[in-house]
């Protein structure tokens, strides 16, 4: 991979440093009790779907939009990314329809369901106890893959033949943190800032005045910069 590529570069040491050692925390370390409850199932699968998510949009041909979850998640499961198993790509419209805009929009699936397995228990990344009964989605599997994604995607935009698919995901990147930067900017020229215990400060922005920095114009930015 090209030294000049800084964002990208800042990018896999964040999902080292980051999002794989809380992957794997949340994937190994908080387990369900014996009822099947408390184990963070709900917000793991949260946590691996906005990953998902950000690498589509990273990775999918212009023009790409951040916001366009559904394309970039769509983009990440097929076989035009290949970076995970045939069967996500097979159950792509399960995985977007019932399980990611279920738990991102209402906290749960739409009429299905989503487990952490018992120790030394492997079934598939989606299952049914019975033909009449509902889908499942399995969190575990869906991380372990992720894991393995990330993995796959670090060596391919690390290799000489990744230099393409490199250079556009650093522009995208550069771009995400500019785009950042200009709205903390905006938002501090409309910030009240006052002094709370222990040395720090609140921040309020009043509702009532507009952003300075409109949508519109982020949208066309954001379609001029990214190729």
Same mark, same amino acid.
């Given at each position: 991979?090209?030294?000049?590529?800084?964002?990208?570069?800042?990018?896999?040491?964040?999902?080292?440093?980051?999002?794989?050692?809380?992957?794997?925390? %949340?994937? &190994?370390?908080?387990?369900?009790?014996?009822?099947?409850?408390?184990? @963070?199932?709900?917000?793991?699968? $949260?946590?691996?779907?906005?990953?998902?998510?950000?690498?589509?949009? *990273? $990775?999918?041909?212009?023009?790409?939009?951040?916001?366009?979850?559904?394309? &970039?998640?769509?983009?990440?499961?097929?076989?035009?990314?290949?970076?995970?198993?045939?069967?996500?790509?097979? &159950?792509?419209?399960?995985? %977007?329809?019932?399980?990611?805009?279920?738990?991102? !929009?209402?906290?749960?699936?739409?009429?299905?369901?989503?487990?952490?397995?018992?120790?030394?228990?492997? /079934?598939?990344?989606?299952?049914?106890?019975?033909?009449?009964?509902?889908?499942?989605? &399995?969190?575990?599997?869906?991380?372990?893959?992720?894991?393995? @994604?990330?993995?796959?995607?670090?060596?391919?935009?690390?290799?000489?033949?990744?230099?393409?698919?490199?250079?556009?995901?650093?522009?995208?990147? @550069?771009?995400?943190?500019?785009?950042?930067?200009?709205? *903390?900017?905006?938002?501090?020229?409309?910030?009240?800032?006052?002094?709370?215990?222990?040395?720090?400060?609140?921040? !309020?922005?009043?509702?009532?005045?507009?952003?300075? /920095?409109?949508?519109?114009?982020?949208?066309?930015?954001?379609?001029?910069?990214?190729?």
């Amino acid at each position: 991979m090209d030294a000049k590529y800084r964002c990208l570069a800042d990018f896999l040491l964040d999902i080292k440093k980051y999002v794989l050692p809380d992957l794997r925390r %949340l994937r &190994n370390d908080i387990r369900p009790d014996s009822r099947g409850l408390q184990g @963070c199932t709900v917000p793991t699968a $949260m946590f691996a779907f906005a990953v998902l998510d950000l690498v589509g949009f *990273l $990775m999918r041909p212009a023009p790409a939009l951040p916001e366009e979850c559904k394309k &970039n998640i769509k983009f990440s499961l097929s076989s035009d990314a290949d970076i995970l198993p045939n069967e996500y790509q097979d &159950n792509t419209e399960l995985l %977007l329809t019932l399980f990611r805009h279920g738990i991102m !929009h209402q906290v749960l699936p739409k009429a299905a369901g989503i487990m952490k397995l018992p120790v030394g228990i492997e /079934l598939p990344l989606i299952f049914c106890k019975s033909k009449e009964d509902i889908p499942i989605l &399995n969190a575990d599997k869906l991380v372990d893959d992720l894991v393995k @994604c990330l993995a796959i995607l670090e060596e391919r935009v690390r290799s000489p033949a990744g230099d393409i698919l490199a250079s556009q995901m650093d522009q995208r990147l @550069c771009f995400l943190h500019r785009h950042g930067q200009e709205l *903390l900017a905006d938002i501090r020229t409309r910030a009240v800032y006052q002094q709370c215990p222990e040395g720090f400060f609140t921040i !309020h922005v009043d509702p009532c005045e507009k952003p300075r /920095l409109k949508r519109s114009v982020q949208k066309r930015s954001l379609k001029k910069g990214i190729r």
